[in-house]
């Protein structure tokens, strides 16, 4: 490795102020990449889904332009403007053109740089917290997550296996050496998280007739267990659900909201997975004295 890498590190590692300006600056860039996430991996789970529906009724596949996180280049979704370098600068580029395309004047959504200033502010307020640190890098990780689920989520209502399985796996690979905690509860924190909201589903689909949540809720459930351990499910749990009733009751009384209308869990899970990752041991106090 070269010894600028070295020295760089170390300076990371001996100057706090340096690290939490560096990581935020990091998160900002991840932040511009997430948009992309949020925006085209729901689309390649609907290309998959349709080619593996095609194949098994064996007709064939329509030529289709590659669409990857990649491929092809971001564009204009009015006018079809490629999207050039100095116009995909995080929060810089959006506020310079005025939150508008450059070529047809048409609005783009606060939401892209929204989501680059919390991803900065979240992954710089972690490494406050945590310090230079593998509990730092570690919280990154989850954070990039818990934001890109959220918004898939609310624009999709779906927690696609490409993000929640990763994150599941690599909470109990860093818990190995006692990361965020032990590795037996982070095991038993990954199916109680799986089975706690399986039960729920499956008791509410007997009484009801109806579906309450999806599949994917488990598994992100289960993913916080893995990275925090059973200890902190009732709080994540419990946060989860408050969050969830304040901001539901909130969209019926204020935006008629239909009672019908499916609301999404997994951003109420996020947040109670954030609340976890900075308030963990308080929150274990307040029931396990500990």
Same mark, same amino acid.
């Given at each position: 490795?070269p010894d !600028?890498?070295?020295?760089?590190l170390?300076?990371?590692?001996?100057s706090?102020? !340096?690290?939490? *300006?560096?990581s935020t600056l990091?998160?900002?860039m991840?932040?511009?990449?997430?948009?992309?996430v949020?925006?085209r991996?729901?689309?390649?789970m609907?290309l998959a889904w349709?080619?593996?529906?095609?194949e098994?009724?064996g007709?064939?596949?329509p030529?289709?332009?590659r669409?990857?996180?990649?491929?092809p280049r971001s564009?204009?979704?009015?006018?079809q403007?490629?999207i050039g370098?100095?116009?995909?600068?995080p929060v810089?580029?959006?506020?310079?053109?005025?939150? $508008?395309?450059r070529?047809?004047?048409?609005?783009i959504?606060p939401?892209?740089?929204?989501v680059?200033?919390?991803?900065?502010?979240?992954?710089g307020?972690?490494s406050?917290?945590f310090?230079?640190?593998?509990?730092?890098?570690a919280s990154? !990780?989850?954070?990039?997550?818990?934001?890109?689920?959220? !918004?898939i989520d609310?624009?999709?209502?779906?927690?696609?296996d490409?993000?929640?399985?990763?994150l599941l796996?690599?909470?109990?690979?860093?818990n190995?050496?006692d990361?965020?905690?032990?590795?037996?509860?982070a095991v038993?924190?990954?199916?109680?998280?799986?089975?706690v909201?399986?039960?729920?589903?499956w008791?509410f689909k007997l009484?009801?007739? $109806?579906?309450g949540?999806?599949?994917?809720?488990f598994?992100?459930?289960?993913?916080l =267990?893995?990275?925090?351990?059973w200890?902190l499910?009732?709080a994540?749990?419990?946060?989860?659900?408050?969050? =969830?009733s304040i *901001?539901? *009751?909130?969209?019926?009384v204020?935006?008629?909201?239909?009672?019908?209308t499916?609301?999404?869990?997994?951003?109420?899970?996020a947040?109670g997975?954030?609340?976890?990752?900075?308030f963990?041991?308080?929150?274990s106090q307040?029931y396990?004295?500990?």
């Amino acid at each position: 490795m070269p010894d !600028f890498v070295f020295v760089f590190l170390d300076t990371l590692r001996d100057s706090p102020g !340096f690290f939490i *300006i560096f990581s935020t600056l990091l998160g900002l860039m991840v932040g511009s990449f997430l948009n992309v996430v949020i925006h085209r991996l729901p689309r390649m789970m609907e290309l998959a889904w349709q080619a593996e529906h095609l194949e098994a009724e064996g007709k064939p596949q329509p030529e289709r332009t590659r669409y990857n996180l990649v491929t092809p280049r971001s564009r204009c979704p009015h006018c079809q403007h490629v999207i050039g370098a100095m116009e995909n600068i995080p929060v810089f580029s959006y506020l310079l053109l005025g939150g $508008k395309c450059r070529q047809c004047k048409t609005k783009i959504s606060p939401r892209y740089p929204l989501v680059e200033i919390f991803t900065a502010a979240l992954t710089g307020l972690a490494s406050w917290h945590f310090g230079y640190s593998s509990l730092a890098v570690a919280s990154w !990780f989850i954070i990039f997550a818990l934001i890109a689920l959220t !918004f898939i989520d609310l624009d999709t209502h779906l927690l696609p296996d490409d993000i929640t399985l990763p994150l599941l796996w690599a909470g109990l690979l860093f818990n190995l050496s006692d990361g965020f905690t032990d590795l037996s509860s982070a095991v038993a924190g990954a199916a109680a998280g799986y089975l706690v909201l399986w039960s729920v589903y499956w008791l509410f689909k007997l009484v009801t007739g $109806k579906e309450g949540m999806g599949y994917g809720d488990f598994k992100l459930l289960a993913a916080l =267990g893995a990275w925090f351990g059973w200890q902190l499910l009732p709080a994540v749990i419990l946060l989860s659900s408050i969050a =969830g009733s304040i *901001i539901g *009751i909130g969209l019926i009384v204020l935006t008629k909201h239909g009672r019908e209308t499916p609301i999404p869990f997994g951003p109420y899970l996020a947040l109670g997975g954030v609340a976890a990752l900075f308030f963990g041991k308080q929150l274990s106090q307040l029931y396990l004295g500990g």
